[in-house]
């Protein structure tokens, strides 16, 4: 939480900042929040985007606050988020974002095996690459960035709001 | 009270419009979506087409879905559960703003089906009510008024022309349609150039086409795409009443007295015209004839034939790819291959109609095209390895930037007919409601052996062309899956009042102010995309109805 400096970037964050409670078993292992694990996961699952300077993880607060994703998709990444972490901490006994790299491959190499793991693998890429290729109003694509390293050049006309 | 009050702005409507409003009469259209125009279109994927912003949130607005399998029996589905939807764009103008625009015109068998290729075991063909002969002007008047560029070519599937050219020159093409040209060349085959709803120069007060690279389910921000909108709606003083959703229609025992519509605030509202024209796409139109039952119709609107909602088409067939890489081209090549924003505009209608195995069959037709530039789109198609498995990290990387940078995917399209069979039709669900408590539409889907057969006929032609351009990873995909912006049937016209909906001048056989105007009433569907059609049949329809009004 104190990554975020004022009460107004913290409400604006809303469900990316919420409390996430990682189970081992039946107790109460930790808490931590989505915002916490997918800037990590990303930067996991597509580091390209750290080397292009690209912040993908902000991005889904759009998506946590877009009025076109369900409620049921929100909370699929919410759950995914939960059940990273409650793999991370069956397999080295600590939550994702504390393990070192190399274990968090392990990680994903194992839920990437499971229905569920597959899914959240694919919606959080897939929100990635909407960050980091979607229209530069969006955030995620600095200067256009993303779409430089695939010599891409948009279509025109851009936006000129985000479509919320 | 209005002469004329029509539901639905898309190309069904939107002809009516432009006609009766010019000929100075009072037109009021109703529009279910929000009104845009070229300034507030954009080519932002992530809105357009992750987001279905010109589409209703499934949790507001949804389908069900009947699957029927070959024995009759189907699995219902819940279109919000399943995010499977058969909306195609609420706003004005519909669904023709997101067209591509490709333009064919059906052919003069098309209108007879039943006596040119005969009966088939399990499906409803029946010949049209009228002849390719009678729509023929209202074509070529589609041509200059909607504005369609093209090059007409002298090839055996060509139908007949009263003018020898298009009005508009062809849109440019993408140098690969030449290795296209010289492959069909080689195969004996006929590459015809693709005409499209798309001005390829300054005309009709609007701008020609300036190769945006997005074209297909995106507005189109110059005016060139002849979407209902641009080319008619906003040339008329017709008033347009948008995010104005009719849930029902009144009427005495002969004609109709009122629409009831819906603002966005849920305001209930009603209007009073001599003549109705209801256009609110294939589904919609049935379904809301379904729920406006009265005393007078106990089986819904217009309905005393027990035949709306029945015969839903759409147009079978499916589509396919190949891809061209790098290590198999010149540098020369490689730039002609990642020349974006021209079209590729080609197509084959060769087998529009072929015998096989002493059988004559309708076949179809063939659009060449590239993959769409969506970007996003194109990256995520990405994620799964060789095995299937979902990939990530550096060896992700490498495969998307190999393959965006490095090679380009040229799809096709294959259409042909979608026989009519009793399980596709649209009904009305008993107890699912959409947010404004209405009924919602039951989409009832049985595809015909015979869609699937001759579909792997056309795509298996299209193959031999990507083959000898030197095409790899070449495949294809034919299925009985509906696509949901090719829609048509419900209200069948036809000159018996027990077996249609329609007159052959597209008016209620029960209602003498009642006309449907969109692909409702098509009995069968040609083998072509079914925009240019239903632009013209309105086109004559509106005739029809400016007739009516000078008795």
Known sequence: ?164 | MYDVCIIGSGAGGSPIAYELANAGFSVVVLEKGKNYTEDDFNKDEVAVSRRDMFTPPLNEQKHIINEYKSDGSFTRFDGQEYSWNFWNGSLVGGSSNLMSGYFHRMKPNDFKLKSTYGKVKGANVVDWAISYEELEPYYTKVESVIGVSGRVINHKQQEPRSTNNFPYPELQTNKVTAWFDKACFELNFESIPTPRAILSVDALARHGCYYSNFCGSYGCASGAKGSARAALLQKCDAKVITDAFVYRMDSDESKVTKVYYYTKLGFAHSIEAKIFVLSAQAIESSRLLLNSKNKFFPNGLANSSGEVGKNLIFSAGGSGKGRFIFENLTKKQQDELMQTGLFFNRSLQEWYDYEEKGQKYKGGTIDFLFEHQNLISRVNRELYDENGNIMWGKKLAERIHKTITRSRVLTFEVFNDWLPTDNCFVGVDEKEKDKYGVPVGVINLNGHPQDLQVGEYLAKKAVQVLEKMGAVEIDYNISASPPPNLVAGGCRFGDDPKTSVLDKNCKAHDLRNLYVTDASFMPTGGSVPYTWTIYANSFRVADMIKKEFSV
């Open chain 1, 1 to 164: 939480m104190q990554k975020f400096s004022s009460r107004r970037n913290f409400l604006k964050l809303g469900f990316l900042s919420s409390s996430i409670f990682v189970m081992s078993g039946c107790e109460l292992f930790s808490i931590t929040t989505p915002y916490d694990t997918i800037k990590v996961l990303q930067y996991d699952l597509f580091p390209q985007a750290k080397k292009l300077n690209i912040d993908t993880s902000s991005y889904m607060s759009i998506i946590f606050h877009h009025t076109r994703i369900t409620k049921e998709d929100k909370e699929f990444i919410k759950n995914g988020v939960k059940w990273l972490n409650e793999e991370a901490v069956k397999m080295h006994k600590t939550i994702y974002t504390n393990l070192l790299s190399t274990q968090r491959e392990e990680v994903l190499t194992q839920i990437a095996k499971k229905e569920w793991g597959e899914s959240f693998l694919h919606d959080i890429l897939s929100y990635l690459f909407e960050a980091m290729l979607g229209d530069p109003i969006y955030g995620g694509n600095n200067e256009e960035t993303g779409w430089k390293w695939l010599a891409f050049s948009g279509g025109k006309p851009r936006p000129k709001e985000m479509y919320l």
